[in-house]
């Protein structure tokens, strides 16, 4: 399966199960539409003449037919699909091995955003915080369900975590104080709307935070529209300093500004320079998460207008770029010689096996998305997963699980995609979520554009 398509002033053609990107000229771009469908001389014909009032000889035309040729006989090329055997087996090897936590140590909020997904912070629960003890145990539960596994995973969420600052910092050093003994290395991240954030916060951030991740919607008329405190004031002037200061100290690495744009601000580009005027280059700009109806959701209407917003995103990376100044987008961030290994393009995030979120009290699910869904609960820190079915069924997501993905040429890059996502829209975890495709799709071919301009401008 190949992916053709034109941005940016390039030509790019994706090999979809060998991960080669090809930018080529005009000529070889028709020749590769042409190849598999019609015969060498049917494709060669129909190139040479939409090209020969340009000086191409029908032998320039032979010459390229050869060269994909070579391509395709070299594994670059309308590479077929050997994956799909493997869908099943990856996840099996790695049943009952858990490398990440999301720590719910709060499920409270000093802010009052009405898009939230997780209902202002309680999760559509009782607010509360995680204590100490319970933190512990869940720190305990991932070692002992991490088999050989080095590297653990553990975010501290919420909520709004800072709330519960001080057992933040108690969990941190017990998990330092045994990762020795135990054979295992803790990597932290933290979450944070900014509000409490002062000069202890930052320093035990920068101390032990392997990335930060802040919440800032842009301009600040955006920003101040939803990120309100309880009496409506917006948060905008009070976080923003706070976040510069934070950054500076982090000598502006290891973070992620991250934003949400909604139906009314389709627009977020405008957000995203912002972000850059403030000093900030690790940016990451979602797209909302609300249930369908609610006035902040994205419409068909808006497509069009964010679709484009991520074509003008890669044209300003690209500019940045070339003029010394690079940021990072989140979604943008691709490597072409490398990537994802094929266990991850084919089984996707791993919520519910691999990783799982845990309340303040200690229950389990399989992430932060599905906290407060009852029928998703797994079981908790202290017996382990006893909801082996539903277990099971995310055992079984991954990207042949969706019908709707096999023709899909960014598969592999989304993974079938996100099954939180997937639920809400269609109330299962292996459904689709259209709208979320074409985002997806859209940001792939922009990313894979910015990374071949890279490269080009590197030569």
């Known amino acids: 399966m190949i992916h053709q398509y034109q941005l940016g002033g390039y030509n790019i053609v994706l090999d979809v199960c060998s991960g080669a990107v090809h930018a080529v000229d005009q000529m070889a771009y028709d020749l590769i539409a042409l190849f598999e469908n019609n015969d060498k001389e049917t494709a060669i014909s129909t190139v040479y003449e939409k090209h020969k009032s340009q000086d191409v000889k029908k032998s320039d035309v032979e010459e390229c037919y050869a060269q994909i040729e070579a391509l395709k006989n070299d594994g670059k090329l309308f590479t077929p699909d050997t994956f799909e055997p493997m869908a099943g087996k990856f996840k099996e090897k790695t049943a009952g091995v ?12 000093n802010l009052n955003c009405s898009y939230c997904f997780a209902s202002q912070g309680n999760y559509h629960g009782d607010r509360a915080v995680m204590s100490y ?12 369900n991490s088999g050989t596994r080095r590297n653990l995973e553990v975010d501290f969420f919420g909520g709004e975590p800072l709330m519960n600052f001080d057992v933040v910092k108690k969990l941190v050093a017990y998990a330092r104080s045994i990762e020795k003994e135990k054979g295992k290395n803790f990597r ?9 954030i002062d000069d202890d916060v930052i320093e035990f951030a920068n101390k032990e935070m392997s990335n930060v991740v802040l919440s800032l919607d842009g301009r600040k008329d955006v920003h101040d529209r939803f990120r309100v405190d309880y009496a409506g004031n917006g948060s905008w002037e009070k976080i923003v300093p706070k976040f510069q200061k934070l950054v500076k100290a982090r000598d502006g690495k290891n973070y992620y500004m991250r934003g949400t744009f909604t139906h009314h601000n389709p627009d977020f580009l405008e957000d995203i320079k912002t972000m850059l005027d403030l000093g900030f280059n690790e940016l990451s700009m979602e797209p909302v998460v609300c249930a369908k109806g609610d006035p902040s959701e994205l419409t068909e209407e808006d497509l069009p207008i964010v679709l484009e917003q991520y074509e003008r995103l890669a044209t300003l990376m690209m500019k940045k770029n070339k003029d010394g100044k690079p940021f990072t987008f989140y979604h943008y961030m691709i490597d072409l010689a490398g990537g994802p290994c094929i266990y991850k393009r084919i089984s996707g995030c791993g919520s519910g096996t691999e990783y799982m979120a845990v ?3 200690g229950d389990l699910y399989p992430c932060h998305q599905f906290v407060g869904e009852e029928k998703f609960k797994l079981g908790d820190i202290f017996n382990g997963v006893s909801n082996v ?32 996502n997937a639920y809400h829209s269609t109330g299962s975890v292996k459904g689709v979520y259209e ?17 071949v301009d890279k490269a080009v401008s590197e030569e």
């Not at 936590?101 to 499920?107: E, G, I, R, S, T």
């Not at 003890?133 to 002992?144: H, M, N, P, W, Y």
Request: with cysteine; glycine share 6%; aromatic share 10%.
């Open 98 to 109: 858990v490398k990440a936590l999301c720590l719910h140590v709060a499920h409270t909020c």
């Open 133 to 144: 003890e319970v933190g512990k145990r869940a720190l305990d539960f991932l070692i002992e």
């Open 188 to 196: 932290f991240t933290l979450t944070t709307n900014g509000v409490l």
């Open 359 to 361: 309340t303040p009290w």
């Open 389 to 420: 079915a539903v277990q099971d069924e995310f055992m079984a997501c991954n990207v042949y699980a969706r019908k709707e993905c096999k023709d899909c040429w960014a598969k592999l890059y989304c993974s079938g995609g996100c099954a939180a």
């Open 435 to 451: 709208y979320g495709c074409k985002l997806f799709r859209k940001r792939m071919e922009c990313a894979i554009t910015v990374a």
